[in-house]
């Protein structure tokens, strides 16, 4: 596609339920990334695949949060027992192997009441 | 792991001057160093980024300096107008398709 797209774009939830956050990297870009912005906030990393290799997840803040990718492009992003903490940006960004910049979604904007 | 820092945390101008914000990384195998403009409510952009075998860089009335000795990268943007007030952030990261390790951000007011 021509950009990243990252889906819903906004989502309500109750505290104690399950969130999937999805991400459609840009088409041929083997690196995905996930990142989290609370309001005012700088960006916080969560999750990285690279192509084949093992994701680094050591941004990942608690259990409840797991994410994968599948066939190397779509990634889904989900939230177990969503806590009001939880609330945030969510931001995903793909990058080429060769090219050292990041392109970033739209973001998802999650709120836990 | 790395550790960017970020100053000032907000910076207000006149329209017309210039404004520099300043960032420091502590991991000393970090080679590139992008910038973002987030406009509020909008996705993080790139603006500008350097890489550790180059010193300064421009592109029009943005630059970046680079000095690898002290660990420290700049932003400079000259002329300033309205349309740059936005959230600023740097980065740094170790290689090719690498996370980016983002410091905390400079909120700039471009003022008539």
């Known amino acids: 596609g021509a950009g990243v797209s990252q889906s819903p774009s906004n989502k309500v939830t109750e505290k104690g339920k399950d969130v999937e956050l999805r991400c459609d990297p840009i088409s041929g870009h083997t690196a995905l990334y996930w990142y989290r912005q609370s309001l005012g906030q700088g960006l916080e990393f969560l999750i990285y695949?690279?192509?084949?290799?093992?994701?680094?997840k050591s941004g990942l803040p608690s259990d409840r949060f797991s994410a994968e990718r599948t066939g190397g492009s779509v990634s889904t992003l989900t939230i177990q027992r969503t806590q009001q903490e939880d609330s945030a940006v969510y931001l995903c960004a793909s990058s080429l192997v060769q090219n050292y910049g990041y392109t970033f979604g739209s973001g998802t904007r999650l709120t836990v009441v | 792991g790395e550790n960017v820092e970020q100053h000032p945390s907000t910076l207000s101008v006149q329209e017309g001057d210039s404004a520099v914000i300043k960032c420091t990384y502590s991991?000393?195998?970090?080679?590139?160093f992008p910038w973002y403009k987030q406009e509020l409510g909008k996705r993080p952009q790139l603006i500008i980024d350097?890489?550790?075998?180059?010193g300064e860089k421009k592109d029009q009335r943005i630059a970046v300096t680079l000095n690898k000795t002290a660990k420290h990268f700049s932003l400079h943007i000259t002329e300033t107008q309205p349309e740059d007030s936005a959230v600023y952030f740097c980065a740094a990261s170790t290689g090719t398709a690498s996370k980016l390790t983002f410091g905390t951000g400079t909120r700039l007011q471009v003022t008539l």
């Open positions: 350097i890489r550790s075998n180059v």
């Open positions: 991991d000393s195998a970090s080679n590139y």
């Open positions: 695949f690279q192509g084949n290799s093992a994701p680094d």
